[in-house]
């Protein structure tokens, strides 16, 4: 305690030496006053008479240095839960949570959602958010850098501990792209010392890792978002102008003394001069911007066909009984197709005012080795109001149902023309079908024996009748099989008629059907349902990228929170700036006239900002006398030791190092 007594010797007055610690005694402090300094060890501090304290004694310390007046405006040492709570960091968090939150948001609702709706794109602001979760989690990781730094130096440790903990934190400088050298290298130590770390790997570190992996989030939210066309259907209401009962008398009329008709109408002639040409249709439907389906009423046929009947049949030659033994031809039908206009039940005058019909006949033959069966269908058509299913692509028109049965909204009430005589030029609704539909259905196909040789011949095989024959070994063996065409038939009437009810929408406003409830008034032009499909950009959202963008800001988030811990042991707001650091190291260029060594780093520098300073070297002069009590002065050249030296310090005592120079110090 030698070096105690010296310093205060003419300070303290003698008090009770009962807590002097084991090994001293009251001579010890050598106080010439006949006071006795009272030393505690455990409160590590000195007490005179009047109890005043002189605190920063401690059983390492070499030097005690009496405690000042306080002065008015010192800051007293505060820690606790609520007087430091680090609200900046735990809101950087909160705001850089509710960004994933938000992310989540933007990617819901802009899925399947049209690119017309979003004058901003998502993916920027899905940018922006990420930008800003990034952006509040560094600040976040700083703010807890800070607090983890100044709490493990109040819990005790070595330098390279502090060290180790400034440096894990430098890599927020990167995060920032705060672009300039020393940045830079810290960076570059920053991620080194996180590699090579070991053992000194701490909560700083992991944290550190995370928030630079957090940046990824950005490019993963971009992919999450992408633009695909798909088709969209919306209901729309379309403008239809179709017959939904043909006028008397449309299609054909008959000549001569002939009661059937015989020749097509002019308007008719028309329409199949546009089917036979496959024509599209592209009148009667406005409003249609794109694919459309619709149901319309219009005039059609009912149709009603009777079972195929088979009948047994035999193709093989007939030998006659005569001396030579000859072989008859046997000529049969084999494939056969007829469409006839009827007046309703038979031809009679009497009966002339009965409802129209086309008939449709059909047979043909599946035999094996020449025997087998002819089948016979028969179908009665009389004209209907039906309901088509229809498809537009914008405005031209097809069938789009391959039903050969439509359904029937109310039974027609057409009537042959025919009157008392023989009138020609008498108009007939019905019977241009049967006279087109023979033209390009009508077949009579039949075969004959032809020779000794087991040759057959095909009698009348036309283009129609060659498309239903299932197989081709006939000319030698007699195998006969055909298809059915009658559904191919029904359907061709079908979209025939269709397009007679569109062509004959300019002749009335509407139609009457008698119906036993009264008159059926139908419209011509009208308006109908329909169902619009086009196809449409649309943002498609994929959620699996979204997963690993909030994988990583929640992981990021998770490892910054840690470095919290222990802020309620500070005892006031504190930074990493290097005044404040250089301070708590008692740096003696930072040296007040009053103690603040507790004040906030901005109170610190309004007392001593003022100061000029420079880092370069220094020249130290010191007494060879006190080199052994290292009481340094920085004087001006005098005779003794100099001792050179890089520090801060006043500009006028430094000056810029030179190549080369190796410093004492």
């Known amino acids: 305690m030698a070096d105690i007594s010296e310093t205060f010797t003419s300070r303290f007055k003698q008090a009770s030496y009962s807590q002097i610690p084991t090994g001293r005694t009251p001579e010890d402090a050598n106080v010439d006053d006949g006071s006795w300094l009272n030393y505690s060890q455990e409160a590590q501090h000195l007490q005179n008479y009047d109890g005043t304290e002189y605190r920063g004694f401690s059983e390492h310390t070499e ?13 007293p040492w505060l820690p606790g839960i609520l007087r430091h709570v680090p609200w900046l960091g735990f809101t950087a968090l909160g705001i850089s949570a509710s960004m994933m939150a938000v992310t989540v948001a933007i990617l819901v609702t802009s899925n399947r959602s049209p690119v017309t709706n979003w004058s901003i794109q998502p993916t920027v602001y899905l940018a922006v958010a990420t930008a800003v979760a990034n952006f509040t989690l560094q600040l976040a990781f700083a703010n807890g850098v800070t607090i983890s730094w100044w709490y493990k130096a109040l819990q005790g440790g070595t330098i390279s501990d502090l060290h180790h903990y400034w440096s894990f934190g430098t890599l927020l400088c990167a995060l920032t792209r705060v672009a300039n050298l020393t940045c830079t290298s810290a960076v570059g130590n920053g991620f080194i010392s996180i590699f090579t770390a070991g053992r000194s790997f701490n909560k700083i570190a992991f944290a550190a890792v995370c928030v630079a992996l957090a940046v990824i989030d950005g490019p993963l939210l971009q992919r999450a978002s992408t633009i695909i066309s798909r088709d969209v259907t919306v209901p729309i209401t379309l403008n239809v102008s179709i017959a939904q009962q043909l006028p008397k008398g449309y299609t054909s009329l008959m000549l001569g003394r002939i009661d059937e008709p015989v020749v097509l109408t002019a308007q008719f002639a028309q329409v199949m001069k546009h089917y036979n040409a496959r024509n599209p249709i592209r009148n009667g439907f406005r409003g249609c911007n794109g694919s459309c389906t619709a149901t ?7 149709v009603n066909c009777s079972n195929p009947l088979g009948t047994p049949v035999d193709y093989n030659p007939i030998i006659s009984n005569d001396t030579k033994g000859s072989v008859g031809s046997n000529t049969q039908p084999i494939f056969t197709t ?10 009679s005058l009497a009966e002339s005012h009965s409802p129209e019909q086309v008939i449709l006949t059909v047979g043909y033959s599946n035999t094996t080795n020449c025997s087998g069966t002819f089948y016979t269908t028969i179908c009665t058509l009389t004209e209907a109001v039906v309901e088509y299913q229809v498809s537009l692509v914008n405005e031209s028109v097809a069938l789009a149902s391959t039903a050969t049965n439509l359904i029937v909204v109310a039974i027609g009430n057409s009537t042959s023309d025919v009157v008392g005589g023989y009138d020609a030029g008498q108009n007939v609704t019905l019977g241009g079908f ?3 539909g023979n033209d390009l259905f009508g077949a009579h196909t ?17 283009t129609f009748a060659s498309q239903y024959i299932v197989n081709f070994e006939f000319v030698e063996n007699c195998q006969y099989t055909w298809k059915d065409p009658t559904d191919d038939i029904l359907l061709a009437l079908h979209e025939i008629m269709f397009r007679t009810a569109i062509s004959a929408a300019n002749v009335s406003a509407f139609s009457i059907i008698s119906t036993p409830q009264g008159n059926l008034t ?10 619009q499909t086009f196809a449409q950009n649309v ?20 490892s910054v929170l ?3 811990n222990g802020w309620w042991h500070l005892g006031r707001q504190m930074t990493l700036s290097p005044i404040e650091t250089a301070k708590a190291f008692n740096a003696p260029i930072l040296t007040t006239e009053h103690p603040h060594s507790n004040v906030e780093v901005n109170q610190l520098v309004r007392e001593v900002g003022s100061r000029q300073v420079r880092y370069g070297e220094v020249t130290t002069v010191t007494s060879i006398s006190s080199i052994n009590t290292r009481l340094d002065e920085r004087l001006t050249p005098q005779k003794g030791v100099g001792v050179r030296r890089l520090e801060m310090g006043p500009p006028a005592d430094v000056m810029m190092p030179r190549k080369g120079t190796i410093f004492d110090i």
């Open 446 to 462: 039949s075969q004959s024996f032809v020779g000794a040789a087991g040759l057959f011949q095909l009698n009348d095989l036309d």
């Open 539 to 558: 943002y498609s959202s994929h959620f699996a990228f979204l997963g690993g963008a909030l994988t990583v800001m929640a992981l990021g988030i998770a």
């Open 296 to 302: 319309v009423p219009a005039a059609g046929f009912s």
């Open 434 to 436: 049967s006279l087109a």
């Open 338 to 347: 007829n469409l006839t206009w009827s007046s309703g039940f038979g031809h």
């Open 562 to 564: 840690p470095t919290f």
């Open 522 to 531: 139908l419209p011509t032009n009208m308006t109908i349902p329909a169902l």
């Open 63 to 75: 030097k005690l240095v009496p405690e000042q007046p306080l002065a008015s405006d010192a800051a």
